[in-house]
T-cell receptor, first 112, second 116 residues
Framework: DQQVKQNSPSLSVQEGRISILNCDYT??????FLWYKKYPAEGPTFLISISSIKDKNEDGRFTVFLNKSAKHLSLHIVPSQPGDSAVYFCAVSSGNTGKLIFGQGTTLQVKP | GAVVSQHPSRVICKSGTSVKIECRSL??????MFWYRQFPKQSLMLMATSNEGSKATYEQGVEKDKFLINHASLTLSTLTVTSAHPEDSSFYIC????????????FGPGTRLLVL
């Protein structure tokens, strides 16, 4: 049973517009939520994280929103750039153990 | 920045043979490393936590006798797939933690294993 779900396998956005990637989780015990970006033939790279005590965290063009009651998090990228084209994984953890549960990933394509 | 490397990047082996994959933290010491596997179009699944100087901790459903993990030094963890079978074909990725911050957990580039 998937504990972390990214229901959109792919997303296409025009350059300069907002990209919104979504992620749902099942267990309310998760207390750390992260987004990773992955290019082909490379490992995931950390983008941004949020702990369960917050509902928003912003870092430059990237903002993560957490809705604990809905068990939902989202990543907003604005403005989107062609270099943002990659696979985005959300991941969750229970406690700061380093152990992560990943979603299936969403392939983002930003068109020039 | 910190880098985690994996070797080999790609390996093809015959069914029944064993394959060793190395994960190295190049510019920091990592007491804890993690091994994941990823099937096509699927998420990364945590296999085990590799602890320097002690036994690895395996996730439920992962056969410890099949996937041998050795974390002999603070910069090297190895995953050995023993008696490999075609169903073991997958993408194996390791990660290493520099410290307790999430942004300092770095992933290797992965190893593509194909078992014929």
């Amino acid at each position: 049973d998937q504990q972390v779900k990214q229901n959109s396998p792919s997303l296409s956005v025009q350059e300069g517009r907002i990209s919104i990637l979504n992620c749902d989780y099942t267990n309310s015990m998760f207390d750390y939520f992260l987004w990773y970006k992955k290019y082909p033939a490379e490992g995931p790279t950390f983008l941004i994280s949020i702990s369960s005590i917050k509902d928003k965290n912003e870092d430059g063009r990237f903002t993560v929103f957490l809705n604990k009651s809905a068990k939902h998090l989202s990543l907003h990228i604005v403005p989107s750039q062609p270099g943002d084209s990659a696979v985005y994984f959300c991941a969750v953890s229970s406690g700061n153990t380093g152990k992560l549960i990943f979603g299936q990933g969403t392939t983002l394509q930003v068109k020039p | 920045g910190a880098v985690v490397s994996q070797h080999p990047s790609r390996v093809i082996c015959k069914s029944g043979t064993s394959v060793k994959i190395e994960c190295r933290s190049l510019d920091f010491q990592a007491t804890t490393m993690f091994w994941y596997r990823q099937f096509p179009k699927q998420s990364l699944m945590l296999m085990a936590t590799s602890n320097e100087g002690s036994k690895a901790t395996y996730e439920q459903g992962v056969e410890k006798d099949k996937f041998l993990i050795n974390h002999a030094s603070l910069t090297l963890s190895t995953l050995t797939v023993t008696s490999a079978h075609p169903e073991d074909s997958s993408f194996y990725i390791c990660s290493a933690r520099r410290d307790s911050r999430w942004e300092t957990q770095y992933f290797g580039p992965g190893t593509r294993l194909l078992v014929l």
